[in-house]
C-alpha cells in the first residue's frame, strides 16, 4: 500500500457543487500539505498542518477549506467548484522542513 | 520570502547526451534546497537534497546537484541520460524557516532516442 493515499484519484463535477478530497497517510509524520499543480505554474500550496490543531493557509487558500481530522489524515474541500479550480491537487506529508512524501494526486475538472 | 526560478520551461536532449537543468533562489542566507521528480502520471519524488556538508550532492538514478552560495544556484546534472529520465523536474525551498516548500515552476526534460 501508499504511505501517501488520495481519493479519489479522478473526479469530474460540475459548477457550484461541493467536492471533498480525502488523504491518508501511513508515514507517521505531523506535518501534512495540500499543493495544486496547474500546467507551467509548477505547484502551490494551499493549506498546510504542523499537526492535528495547526491550520496555516498557503499562497492560494481562497475558495478552499481543509480539515484535519487526525495525525494521518488531511481533506481538502471545495464548497462551491469553479472551473478555474480544475487542476491536479497533490497531498504530501514530511516530518521536518523539506523531505515531502507525495500522494499520486487527484485529478478534479469542474465543468 | 525565498523564491525559485527554473530557467527553462523545457529542455529536449538526445539519449546518452548531458544534461543540466537550471535553479536559482532568491536568498543567499543558509538554505536547505531540493530537486523532485515527477514521472508521467505519478506524484513527485525526492531525487536529491542540499541541507549541509558537501556542495556536490548526488541524489538517484545517476542525477547529481551542485550549490553555489555565491551565485545563488543548484544546478541539476546527469553526464548521460537515457529515455527513462523523460520527466518533469521541480526545484524547491523552504520559504522561509520552518515553513513549506515552495517549488519552481518546474522543467521538462524529454529525452530523445
Not at chain 2, 536532449?13 to 536547505?32: D, I, K, T
Request: a neutral charge.
Amino acid at each position: 500500500d501508499a504511505d501517501v493515499t488520495q481519493t479519489p484519484r479522478n473526479r469530474i463535477t460540475k459548477t457550484g457543487k461541493r467536492i471533498m478530497l480525502e488523504c491518508s497517510q501511513t508515514k507517521g509524520h505531523d506535518r501534512m500539505y495540500w499543493y495544486r499543480q496547474d500546467p507551467g505554474l509548477g505547484l502551490r500550496l494551499i493549506y498546510y498542518s504542523f499537526d492535528v490543531k495547526d491550520i496555516n493557509k498557503g499562497e492560494i487558500s481562497d475558495g478552499y477549506s481543509v480539515s484535519r481530522q487526525a495525525q494521518a489524515k488531511f481533506s481538502l474541500s471545495l464548497e462551491s467548484a469553479i472551473p478555474n479550480q480544475t487542476a491536479l491537487y497533490f497531498c504530501a506529508t514530511s516530518d521536518h522542513p523539506g523531505e515531502l512524501f507525495f500522494g499520486e494526486g487527484s485529478r478534479l475538472t469542474v465543468l | 520570502a525565498q523564491s525559485v526560478t527554473q530557467l527553462d520551461s523545457q529542455v529536449p536532449v538526445f539519449e546518452e547526451a548531458p544534461v543540466e537543468l537550471r535553479c536559482n533562489y532568491s536568498s543567499s542566507v543558509s538554505v536547505y534546497l531540493f530537486w523532485y521528480v515527477q514521472y508521467p502520471n505519478q506524484g513527485l519524488q525526492l531525487l536529491l537534497k542540499y541541507l549541509s556538508g558537501s556542495t556536490l550532492v548526488k541524489g538517484i538514478n545517476g542525477f547529481e546537484a551542485e550549490f553555489n552560495k555565491s551565485q545563488t544556484s543548484f544546478h541539476l546534472r546527469k553526464p548521460s541520460v537515457h529515455i527513462s529520465d523523460t520527466a518533469e523536474y521541480f526545484c524547491a525551498v523552504p520559504e522561509g524557516g520552518n515553513t513549506p516548500l515552495v517549488f519552481g515552476k518546474g522543467t521538462r526534460l524529454s529525452v530523445i532516442a
